[in-house]
Protein backbone atom coordinates (compact mmCIF):
# COMPACT_ATOMS: atom_id res chain seq x y z
CA UNK A 1 0.00 0.00 0.00
CA UNK A 2 1.49 3.42 -0.89
CA UNK A 3 1.80 6.12 1.88
CA UNK A 4 -1.27 8.22 -0.15
CA UNK A 5 -3.66 5.05 0.64
CA UNK A 6 -2.29 4.58 4.48
CA UNK A 7 -2.75 8.43 4.81
CA UNK A 8 -6.00 8.43 3.56
CA UNK A 9 -7.57 4.97 5.19
CA UNK A 10 -6.31 7.20 8.56
CA UNK A 11 -7.99 9.87 7.70
CA UNK A 12 -11.44 7.90 6.87
CA UNK A 13 -10.84 6.16 10.21
CA UNK A 14 -10.55 9.41 11.86
CA UNK A 15 -13.89 10.52 10.20
CA UNK A 16 -15.50 7.36 11.26
CA UNK A 17 -15.22 8.40 14.26
CA UNK A 18 -16.30 11.99 14.28
CA UNK A 19 -19.52 10.91 12.26
CA UNK A 20 -20.14 8.48 15.12
CA UNK A 21 -19.57 11.19 17.87
CA UNK A 22 -21.88 13.59 16.08
CA UNK A 23 -24.28 11.65 15.44
CA UNK A 24 -24.46 12.44 11.91
CA UNK A 25 -25.80 10.84 8.46
CA UNK A 26 -22.27 8.67 6.99
CA UNK A 27 -23.87 9.35 3.24
CA UNK A 28 -24.60 13.21 4.16
CA UNK A 29 -21.03 14.15 5.58
CA UNK A 30 -19.23 14.41 2.62
CA UNK A 31 -19.77 16.35 -0.50
CA UNK A 32 -18.92 13.98 -3.19
CA UNK A 33 -19.66 16.63 -6.33
CA UNK A 34 -17.56 19.25 -4.29
CA UNK A 35 -14.62 17.17 -3.89
CA UNK A 36 -15.34 15.75 -7.63
CA UNK A 37 -14.67 19.56 -8.74
CA UNK A 38 -11.89 20.31 -6.19
CA UNK A 39 -9.87 16.75 -7.41
CA UNK A 40 -11.07 15.54 -10.85
CA UNK A 41 -12.15 12.29 -9.22
CA UNK A 42 -15.55 11.32 -10.64
CA UNK A 43 -17.98 10.87 -8.01
CA UNK A 44 -18.23 7.34 -8.31
CA UNK A 45 -14.58 6.60 -8.03
CA UNK A 46 -14.88 9.16 -4.73
CA UNK A 47 -17.83 7.18 -3.03
CA UNK A 48 -15.42 3.81 -3.78
CA UNK A 49 -12.52 5.33 -2.08
CA UNK A 50 -14.48 6.30 1.10
CA UNK A 51 -15.68 2.86 1.12
CA UNK A 52 -12.15 1.71 1.94
CA UNK A 53 -11.77 0.67 -1.92
CA UNK A 54 -8.56 0.44 -4.03
CA UNK A 55 -7.60 3.29 -6.77
CA UNK A 56 -6.22 0.80 -8.84
CA UNK A 57 -7.57 2.44 -11.96
CA UNK A 58 -5.13 5.12 -10.86
CA UNK A 59 -1.99 3.21 -11.89
CA UNK A 60 -1.51 4.93 -15.52
CA UNK A 61 0.00 8.47 -14.81
CA UNK A 62 0.12 9.40 -18.24
CA UNK A 63 -3.49 8.80 -18.38
CA UNK A 64 -4.44 10.53 -15.06
CA UNK A 65 -2.59 13.38 -16.26
CA UNK A 66 -4.60 13.55 -19.14
CA UNK A 67 -8.16 13.14 -17.54
CA UNK A 68 -7.32 15.82 -15.16
CA UNK A 69 -6.53 18.30 -17.69
CA UNK A 70 -9.82 17.40 -19.33
CA UNK A 71 -11.54 17.47 -16.20
CA UNK A 72 -10.22 21.14 -15.79
CA UNK A 73 -10.86 22.17 -19.64
CA UNK A 74 -15.24 20.41 -18.85
CA UNK A 75 -15.27 22.39 -15.42
CA UNK A 76 -13.38 25.65 -15.40
CA UNK A 77 -13.95 27.31 -18.97
CA UNK A 78 -16.93 27.60 -21.72
CA UNK A 79 -14.81 25.10 -23.92
CA UNK A 80 -15.25 27.85 -26.42
CA UNK A 81 -12.25 28.45 -28.85
CA UNK A 82 -11.26 31.76 -27.04
CA UNK A 83 -10.09 29.68 -24.33
CA UNK A 84 -8.18 27.45 -26.44
CA UNK A 85 -6.41 30.41 -27.30
CA UNK A 86 -6.05 31.32 -23.54
CA UNK A 87 -4.37 28.01 -22.63
CA UNK A 88 -2.06 27.94 -26.09
CA UNK A 89 -0.98 31.79 -25.33
CA UNK A 90 -0.01 30.85 -21.97
CA UNK A 91 1.77 27.55 -23.00
CA UNK A 92 3.27 29.16 -26.15
CA UNK A 93 2.19 26.54 -28.30
CA UNK A 94 -0.55 25.98 -31.39
CA UNK A 95 -4.20 26.23 -31.04
CA UNK A 96 -4.43 22.86 -32.17
CA UNK A 97 -1.84 21.31 -29.72
CA UNK A 98 -3.56 23.08 -26.86
CA UNK A 99 -6.89 21.59 -27.93
CA UNK A 100 -5.78 18.13 -28.15
CA UNK A 101 -4.50 18.66 -24.07
CA UNK A 102 -7.12 19.69 -23.04
CA UNK A 103 -9.27 17.16 -24.76
CA UNK A 104 -7.24 14.65 -22.98
CA UNK A 105 -5.89 13.57 -26.54
CA UNK A 106 -1.95 14.41 -25.42
CA UNK A 107 -0.25 14.15 -21.90
CA UNK A 108 1.88 17.93 -21.14
CA UNK A 109 4.96 17.68 -20.24
CA UNK A 110 5.94 18.88 -17.04
CA UNK A 111 6.43 22.74 -18.44
CA UNK A 112 3.21 22.64 -20.19
CA UNK A 113 2.03 20.22 -16.86
CA UNK A 114 2.92 23.72 -14.77
CA UNK A 115 1.15 25.84 -17.09
CA UNK A 116 -1.77 24.24 -16.74
CA UNK A 117 -1.78 24.52 -13.10
CA UNK A 118 -0.96 28.09 -13.27
CA UNK A 119 -3.44 29.08 -15.59
CA UNK A 120 -6.41 26.51 -14.00
CA UNK A 121 -5.42 27.76 -10.60
CA UNK A 122 -4.99 24.24 -8.93
CA UNK A 123 -2.03 22.66 -6.63
CA UNK A 124 0.92 22.07 -8.93
CA UNK A 125 0.28 18.78 -8.16
CA UNK A 126 -3.28 18.33 -8.93
CA UNK A 127 -2.19 16.66 -12.66
CA UNK A 128 0.23 13.95 -11.30
CA UNK A 129 -0.99 12.83 -7.87
CA UNK A 130 -2.74 9.74 -7.27
CA UNK A 131 -6.36 9.87 -6.29
CA UNK A 132 -5.51 8.93 -2.48
CA UNK A 133 -3.52 11.94 -1.96
CA UNK A 134 -6.04 14.36 -3.41
CA UNK A 135 -9.06 13.01 -1.73
CA UNK A 136 -7.48 12.76 1.37
CA UNK A 137 -6.47 16.61 1.16
CA UNK A 138 -9.45 17.36 0.22
CA UNK A 139 -11.16 15.81 3.55
CA UNK A 140 -9.10 17.69 5.59
CA UNK A 141 -10.79 20.59 6.20
CA UNK A 142 -14.31 18.39 6.60
CA UNK A 143 -11.95 16.26 9.29
CA UNK A 144 -10.53 19.52 11.42
CA UNK A 145 -14.44 21.46 11.40
CA UNK A 146 -15.82 18.08 12.85
CA UNK A 147 -12.66 17.95 15.25
CA UNK A 148 -13.12 21.49 16.75
CA UNK A 149 -17.13 21.22 16.61
CA UNK A 150 -16.98 18.28 19.74
CA UNK A 151 -20.82 18.39 21.22
CA UNK A 152 -21.19 19.49 25.09
CA UNK A 153 -23.93 17.10 26.61
CA UNK A 154 -24.11 19.47 29.17
CA UNK A 155 -24.82 22.53 26.77
CA UNK A 156 -27.44 20.27 24.99
CA UNK A 157 -29.27 19.04 28.47
CA UNK A 158 -29.17 22.62 29.77
CA UNK A 159 -30.63 24.26 26.95
CA UNK A 160 -33.61 21.38 26.70
CA UNK A 161 -34.43 22.11 30.16
CA UNK A 162 -34.08 26.08 30.18
CA UNK A 163 -31.63 26.19 33.03
CA UNK A 164 -28.83 28.98 32.21
CA UNK A 165 -26.22 27.83 34.44
CA UNK A 166 -24.47 25.19 36.26
CA UNK A 167 -21.82 25.39 38.97
CA UNK A 168 -19.14 22.90 39.13
CA UNK A 169 -17.15 24.45 42.04
CA UNK A 170 -14.39 25.56 40.04
CA UNK A 171 -13.65 22.43 38.67
CA UNK A 172 -13.34 22.23 34.69
CA UNK A 173 -14.98 18.91 33.43
CA UNK A 174 -13.54 17.81 30.35
CA UNK A 175 -16.35 16.39 27.59
CA UNK A 176 -16.34 12.82 28.90
CA UNK A 177 -16.89 13.75 32.54
CA UNK A 178 -19.73 16.35 30.95
CA UNK A 179 -21.38 12.92 29.56
CA UNK A 180 -21.51 11.55 32.37
CA UNK A 181 -22.71 14.02 34.20
CA UNK A 182 -25.91 14.79 31.92
CA UNK A 183 -26.42 11.02 31.85
CA UNK A 184 -26.65 10.78 35.74
CA UNK A 185 -28.69 14.76 35.54
CA UNK A 186 -30.64 12.66 32.79
CA UNK A 187 -31.23 9.42 34.59
CA UNK A 188 -32.49 11.28 37.64
CA UNK A 189 -34.66 13.46 36.10
CA UNK A 190 -36.79 10.64 34.25
CA UNK A 191 -36.64 8.50 37.74
CA UNK A 192 -38.10 11.80 39.69
CA UNK A 193 -40.52 11.97 36.90
CA UNK A 194 -41.43 8.42 37.16
CA UNK A 195 -42.01 8.56 41.53
CA UNK A 196 -44.38 11.64 40.91
CA UNK A 197 -46.57 9.79 38.80
CA UNK A 198 -47.09 6.27 41.19
Do not use: C
Request: hydrophobic fraction near 40%; charged fraction near 25%.
Amino acid sequence: MTEAASALRRTLRRLDELVEEHGLDPGEVVDVAEISYETGISGRRIRFLLKGGAASWDDDVDARVRGRVLHLFRTRTERRPGDVAAVAAKLGVSTVWAQQLLEGRKTPNIVHGQALTEFFGVTGDFLAAPATQLLNRSLQPLVERLSRQVPDPMAELMERLGVTSVSFRGHELTVPQRAAVAQMLEAMLKSNTRGDGA
